[in-house]
């Protein structure tokens, strides 16, 4: 149980300000444009702003400076999508020691390791996911979903919640807060 509770002190932190730029000390560009993304997700009322928004994140999440290191998640994306576990698996592991502080990589194969049914490993990748962007909404809802899976059901309403605090636009984490409440309350009746 202490890797839940380990996770998700993570996860209801408040998140540290990006990190500066290491030759110039200040924002990379990278991280200027997803505080701003971050900001706009945050405060429209647009729904299909909010989508765009979103699709913006994810695209500078999955996109990198080394070309190859991006075809290569890529490729391990779509081995996933196929539900080819063990060649995903192969790239990642590969992407992940020459590329360390790739986020999405990270989160991948968290994801990867979760529809393995490999919990303690998928979320040792999303708290390193969280470590390098903890605004990754995607990464706490897997590791809500993963406390779903272990009768977590306080812990994964608390990482809901965190969520949305980011991404207040999804449809799933807001279901799932409205029937996770509905059933704290009916029990505690």
């Given at each position: 149980?202490?890797?839940?509770?380990?996770?998700?002190?993570?996860?209801?932190?408040?998140?540290?300000?990006?990190?500066?730029?290491?030759?110039?000390?200040?924002?990379t560009p990278?991280?200027?444009?997803?505080?701003?993304?971050?900001?706009?997700?945050?405060?429209?009322?647009?729904?299909?702003?909010?989508?765009?928004?979103?699709?913006?994140?994810?695209?500078?999440?999955?996109?990198?400076?080394?070309?190859?290191?991006?075809?290569?998640?890529?490729?391990?994306?779509?081995?996933?999508?196929?539900?080819?576990?063990?060649?995903?698996?192969?790239?990642?592991?590969?992407?992940?020691?020459?590329?360390?502080?790739?986020?999405?990589?990270?989160?991948?194969?968290?994801?990867?390791?979760?529809?393995?049914?490999?919990?303690?490993?998928?979320?040792?990748?999303?708290?390193?996911?969280?470590?390098?962007?903890?605004?990754?909404?995607?990464?706490?809802?897997?590791?809500?979903?993963?406390?779903?899976?272990?009768?977590?059901?306080?812990?994964?309403?608390?990482?809901?919640?965190?969520?949305?605090?980011?991404?207040?636009?999804?449809?799933?984490?807001?279901?799932a807060v409205?029937?996770?409440?509905?059933?704290?309350?009916?029990?505690?009746?």
């Amino acid at each position: 149980m202490s890797m839940f509770h380990d996770a998700l002190r993570i996860i209801v932190s408040p998140p540290p300000p990006p990190p500066p730029s290491p030759a110039t000390g200040a924002q990379t560009p990278e991280a200027y444009r997803l505080d701003v993304l971050f900001r706009t997700m945050a405060t429209t009322d647009d729904a299909l702003a909010a989508g765009e928004t979103e699709d913006l994140i994810w695209a500078l999440w999955t996109s990198h400076g080394d070309a190859e290191a991006e075809a290569t998640l890529d490729r391990a994306i779509h081995h996933i999508a196929a539900r080819e576990f063990e060649p995903a698996e192969v790239l990642l592991d590969a992407l992940l020691a020459l590329q360390p502080g790739y986020a999405e990589a990270w989160n991948k194969r968290a994801t990867l390791y979760f529809l393995m049914r490999r919990d303690p490993e998928s979320i040792s990748d999303i708290v390193r996911t969280l470590a390098l962007e903890p605004r990754h909404f995607g990464a706490i809802c897997g590791f809500a979903q993963i406390c779903l899976r272990h009768g977590q059901r306080a812990e994964a309403l608390a990482a809901f919640e965190s969520a949305l605090l980011i991404n207040p636009h999804m449809a799933g984490p807001q279901a799932a807060v409205k029937a996770l409440n509905a059933e704290f309350r009916s029990s505690s009746h």
